[in-house]
T-cell receptor, first 113, second 111 residues
Framework: NAGVMQNPRHLVRRRGQEARLRCSPMKGHSHVYWYRQLPEEGLKFMVYLQKENIIDESGMPKERFSAEFPKEGPSILRIQQVVRGDSAAYFC???????????FGPGTRLTVT | AQRVTQPEKLLSVFKGAPVELKCNYSYSGSPELFWYVQYSRQRLQLLLRHISRESIKGFTADLNKGETSFHLKKPFAQEEDSAMYYCALSAHTGANSKLTFGKGITLSVRP
C-alpha cells in the first residue's frame, strides 16, 4: 500500500489564479480529511468528506474554497482566485472508518506570489 | 469548541535525559487524545493514542482529566527521537473524527 498520495508537492500560483490540490487516499479508505498549516501554526481542520459527500466543511473559508471526493478518482481541494494569505502547507489524511487512525499524506506546499 | 495547547516550541535535551512534552486541552465532553510525530523529511504519523494505552518507542502518555492534560514522556531520550511532535484531540462528534492540533514542539536530542 503506497500510502496517502498528494500532488503536486509544491505549487506556485500568482494572485488571482486557481490552485487544485489532489489527494489519493490509501486503498480501502473512503474517508478523507483536509488540513491546512500556516507558518508557525499547527494543522487546522478544513473539511471532511466521504465518497461523493461532504460531511463537515466547518473549517473551510466560505468563499473561494471548495472540495470534492468523487466516486472515482482523487479528492480535490480547489482554491479560486488565490491570495497571499492562502500560502500554506495543505495536508490530506484518510481512514477506513471515522474512528480509526488517520494516515497523512506528505502535504502540498502552496506559495502565492 | 475544542482547543489544544502546547506551551513550548522547543525542547533541547542530551541523550539519555528524561523528556516531557506538555499538552493541555479544552473540551467539555470526552475527547480522544493523540500524539503525532513528524521526523525530518517524513510525513506526519501517529505515535500513540490514549485509548490504546500502549508504549511506543519508549514513549507514554497518560490522560489526566482533572488537569485536562496529556503529557508525553520518555525516561531516556535517544538522538533518533529528534522530531516535531503534535498533540491532537478528536471530539468524535457523531461519525466525525476531525482532529484539533496544537502548534507542535520541536524536540532536539543532542549526543
Amino acid at each position: 500500500n503506497a500510502g496517502v498520495m498528494q500532488n503536486p508537492r509544491h505549487l506556485v500560483r500568482r494572485r488571482g489564479q486557481e490552485a487544485r490540490l489532489r489527494c489519493s487516499p490509501m486503498k480501502g479508505h473512503s474517508h478523507v480529511y483536509w488540513y491546512r498549516q500556516l507558518p508557525e501554526e499547527g494543522l487546522k481542520f478544513m473539511v471532511y468528506l466521504q465518497k461523493e459527500n461532504i460531511i463537515d466543511e466547518s473549517g473551510m473559508p466560505k468563499e473561494r474554497f471548495s472540495a470534492e471526493f468523487p466516486k472515482e478518482g482523487p479528492s480535490i481541494l480547489r482554491i479560486q482566485q488565490v491570495v497571499r494569505g492562502d500560502s500554506a502547507a495543505y495536508f490530506c489524511a484518510s481512514s477506513p472508518s471515522p474512528r480509526e487512525e488517520q494516515y497523512f499524506g506528505p502535504g502540498t506546499r502552496l506559495t502565492v506570489t | 469548541a475544542q482547543r489544544v495547547t502546547q506551551p513550548e516550541k522547543l525542547l533541547s535535551v542530551f541523550k539519555g535525559a528524561p523528556v516531557e512534552l506538555k499538552c493541555n486541552y479544552s473540551y467539555s465532553g470526552s475527547p480522544e487524545l493523540f500524539w503525532y510525530v513528524q521526523y525530518s523529511r517524513q510525513r506526519l504519523q501517529l505515535l500513540l493514542r490514549h485509548i490504546s494505552r500502549e508504549s511506543i518507542k519508549g514513549f507514554t502518555a497518560d490522560l489526566n482529566k482533572g488537569e485536562t492534560s496529556f503529557h508525553l514522556k520518555k525516561p531516556f531520550a535517544q538522538e533518533e527521537d529528534s522530531a516535531m511532535y503534535y498533540c491532537a484531540l478528536s471530539a468524535h462528534t457523531g461519525a466525525n473524527s476531525k482532529l484539533t492540533f496544537g502548534k507542535g514542539i520541536t524536540l532536539s536530542v543532542r549526543p
